[in-house]
């Protein structure tokens, strides 16, 4: 146990539906992050918040739409998917979010998303 | 570009052995090189953080090597068991400073 939750840890949903991915982390950390895991690829960053504050959005397509209401708390609405979305959505959190040295992430077990 | 590569054929060994994983990396210079452990299905787990004016690291039974001369970081499990079968994942800072870019990881195998 990591101290970081996802739910759900498993969605089916069409292209037409509407869904969100929660994450909630216990670690009293700064930084939280969203990624994708394909089959055959490395993990892939969509988003980064620091203190709440969206820092970073790496060229996610705006069907995919995170907020971060708190420093504890993370999700990713997700509306019109196509099936190449399909894969497994990691949550993760770090102490500092600051460039610290020592600035390790903590992941959740992950929502393993298929779009039909 | 930034790339990091680690070999995408899976490591299969034999208990009792040391298992070596590489990771290269190419228009980086890193403060820091992490790995991290996955098993199927969960999240990434950290092992263990080398940084740049460290030559070697070691946490029990695992050392992990850094050298930015030649933008490599080798990973040793030593005495491997069947329990260390996992994907292994070489993970290096972006631009940002603390978000992390990984590789696509090495599979190991360990058989008995």
């Known amino acids: 146990e990591t101290g970081v939750t996802q739910t759900p840890r498993h969605l089916v949903m069409g292209m037409t539906n509407k869904k969100s991915l929660k994450c909630e982390q216990h670690l009293g950390h700064n930084a939280m992050y969203w990624y994708k895991q394909s089959a055959k690829k490395p993990l892939e960053l969509m988003f980064v918040?620091?203190?709440?504050?969206?820092?970073e959005n790496n060229s996610v397509p705006s069907r995919f739409s995170p907020e971060c209401p708190n420093s504890s708390h993370l999700f990713l609405h997700l509306h019109t998917l196509q099936p190449e979305d399909s894969a497994l959505y990691l949550c993760?959190?770090?102490?500092?979010?600051?460039?610290?040295?020592?600035?390790?992430?903590?992941f959740g077990p992950g929502t393993r998303l298929t779009v039909l | 570009s930034q790339k990091i590569e680690q070999n995408s054929e899976a490591l299969n060994i034999q208990e009792g052995k040391t298992a070596t994983l590489t990771c290269n990396y190419t228009?980086?210079?890193?403060?820091?090189l992490q790995w991290y452990r996955q098993d199927p299905g969960r999240g990434p787990v950290f092992l263990l953080l080398?940084?740049?004016?460290?030559k070697e690291k070691r946490k029990e039974r695992l050392k992990v090597t850094f050298d930015t001369t030649l933008k490599q970081s080798l990973f040793h499990i030593t005495a491997s068991q069947p329990a260390d079968s996992a994907t292994y994942l070489c993970a290096l800072p972006g631009d940002s400073g603390y978000a992390l870019n990984f590789g696509k990881g090495t599979s190991l195998l360990v058989t008995p």
């Open positions: 228009n980086y210079s890193p403060a820091y």
């Open positions: 993760a959190s770090s102490p500092s979010g600051s460039g610290g040295i020592t600035d390790t992430q903590y």
């Open positions: 918040y620091n203190f709440k504050e969206q820092t």
């Open positions: 080398i940084r740049e004016n460290e």
